[in-house]
């Protein structure tokens, strides 16, 4: 067998195998119980009213983030108020609004008010090899730089040397404020980012991954928010640049656009709280000091996320704040990089899960707002799992069908489905207008969207078997460079295909 095709083929098995045993675990042994239960006369009311909750929190969350979007739209575009709900409930109960701040629409000064900034941009260095020198040219070109000046670190590693670092030693002769940053023995992002936070200067740390093409004014839209102090970090808002390479990185733009333009902004506008996405952050360097990042987590951004917020610290999520990145071009590395995704959130929400419910720093909105994030990462996709076993089961069991249920479900899922449909509507009316996707993409993810979350359902219960049997794997997520097509007009794929190493 060749190299590339043994490469290709052990994860397929070992993914096969696992899906064997959570078809038989996950499928097969629920739908046995449940056609013996009914065959008994026993009822299911339990598990059908469980996914009954769910579904209704679901509706609640995504219309509740929905209309927050609409309403700041409609009323002034994307202003700095945060904390609806703070501020619904302080007027009901006549009391003070806790930690629900309404900060002053306030431009900040030119761009000399800004403080000396430091840029780390992590990478591993053999998967992104052909993508840092555009990237690096984007920074030094397109990016406003502070008057105060800044450095941009590129903090990286390699197991072995490689003919694009003597281009970068290059770049770096060119530009001074590059900084080279080889991390000797690292192993992960959070070495790479912990070794550049030893030796950053500015008063604002900002973190990138490696594809990422942020917006000129980045860095003073940023610091509006941090320069007030009412505020420790700021995520700005991810656009996938290669949308137009096939009907997947569509389909991940789409949801990127509904992700960041409505469902992160929504729960800022809502909650007045924030996560870090791993990469368009921006952060009080004192403060992302103090925390630094985990190399035993697989979400590091999630994890440090949720242990700033355990120690008082304050996020915001900004819209305003554009950088653009690639996604995924091919299913595998999708599958890949959402299997991460999911098994390092359901491993911080075992963590921190109780810890957040104690947290003193949290209101009681954010407190919930972030104990049903974390709640729905562990139990969310073993739950709502079994309406595939639970209606198979209905019917072939000898019992008369609960058609009180079957239409219940029918109901919950067409709202479901409806909600989805307008918050795309709404995300693709408020895309920025430099994206290089359309409405006709935003009809597109409403057609798939359906298959799209089973498959990730699918994803997060083979996340849940590799977390409960101790497999770690990190997978990087594979860069496809991209080239200007004919004419200047979108993006396609350079004829270069990347293997997933294990990080």
């Not at 996938?240 to 009907?247: G, L, S, T």
């Not at 999911?342 to 949290?362: C, D, F, K, M, N």
């Not at 430099?434 to 699918?458: A, D, N, Q, T």
């Not at 004919?486 to 294990?502: C, F, N, T």
Request: hydrophobic share 45%; with cysteine.
């Amino acid at each position: 067998m060749k190299p590339s095709l043994a490469l290709f083929a052990e994860p397929v098995l070992v993914s096969a195998r696992r899906l064997c045993w959570l078809s038989f675990w996950l499928l097969l042994a629920p739908m046995g119980v449940y056609v013996f239960s009914l065959n008994r006369g026993q009822t299911l009311v339990l598990l059908q009213l469980s996914l009954l909750v769910v579904a209704v929190i679901g509706l609640g969350v995504v219309n509740g983030e929905t209309a927050g979007v609409l309403y700041r739209h409609r009323r002034s575009g994307t202003g700095q108020s945060r904390g609806f709900i703070q501020q619904l409930l302080s007027q009901v109960t006549r009391s003070k609004p806790g930690s629900a701040r309404r900060i002053k629409d306030h431009q900040p000064d030119a761009i000399a008010s800004l403080p000396f900034v430091s840029v780390v941009i992590a990478a591993y260095l053999p998967n992104e090899q052909d993508i840092i020198e555009e990237t690096l040219h984007h920074w030094l070109t397109q990016v406003v730089s502070p008057e105060a000046g800044w450095e941009v670190i590129l903090a990286y590693n390699t197991p072995h040397p490689l003919p694009v670092e003597a281009r970068l030693r290059q770049l770096a002769h060119q530009y001074p404020d590059l900084v080279l940053l080889p991390v000797a023995h690292s192993r992960s992002k959070a070495e790479n980012l912990n070794a550049a936070l030893q030796q950053v200067r500015g008063e604002m740390t900002c973190i990138f991954d490696a594809d990422h093409h942020p917006a000129a004014n980045c860095l003073t839209l940023a610091w509006k928010w941090l320069g007030q102090g009412q505020y420790d970090g700021v995520q700005g808002r991810n656009i996938i640049r290669n949308a137009r390479d096939n009907w997947l990185t569509q389909l991940v733009a789409v949801e990127f656009e509904c992700a960041y333009g409505v469902s992160h902004y929504g729960r800022s506008l809502l909650a007045d709280t924030a996560l870090f996405g791993g990469s368009n952050g921006y952060w009080r360097t004192a403060a992302l000091r103090e925390l630094g990042f985990s190399p035993k987590k697989l979400t590091e951004d999630i994890d440090v996320t949720v242990r700033g917020l355990l120690k008082g610290y304050r996020l915001v999520h900004d819209p305003a704040i554009i950088t653009t990145e690639l996604a995924p071009t091919h299913l595998r590395g999708l599958w890949l990089q959402r299997q991460r995704w999911s098994q390092g959130w359901l491993e911080v929400a075992w963590i921190y899960t109780g810890r957040v419910a104690r947290s003193p720093y949290l209101d009681p909105v954010q407190k919930t707002y972030w104990l049903m994030m974390l709640l729905f990462s562990q139990g969310f996709y073993p739950l709502v799992w079994q309406v595939v076993p639970l209606m198979l089961s209905i019917h072939l069991s000898m019992s008369d069908r609960d058609l009180t249920f079957e239409n219940l479900n029918l109901i919950m899922m067409g709202l479901l489905t409806v909600s989805v449909m307008f918050q795309v509507a709404l995300a693709m009316q408020l895309r920025p207008a430099s994206c290089s996707y359309s409405r006709r993409h935003g009809v597109l993810y409403c057609i798939l969207s359906p298959v799209y979350f089973w498959l990730k359902v699918l994803i997060g219960m083979v996340s849940l078997y590799n977390h409960f049997c101790g497999s770690r794997v990190w997978h990087v997520t594979a860069r496809t460079p991209t080239l200007p097509t004919k004419g200047g007009l979108g993006l396609k794929p350079a004829k270069k295909a990347y293997s997933i190493k294990s990080r």
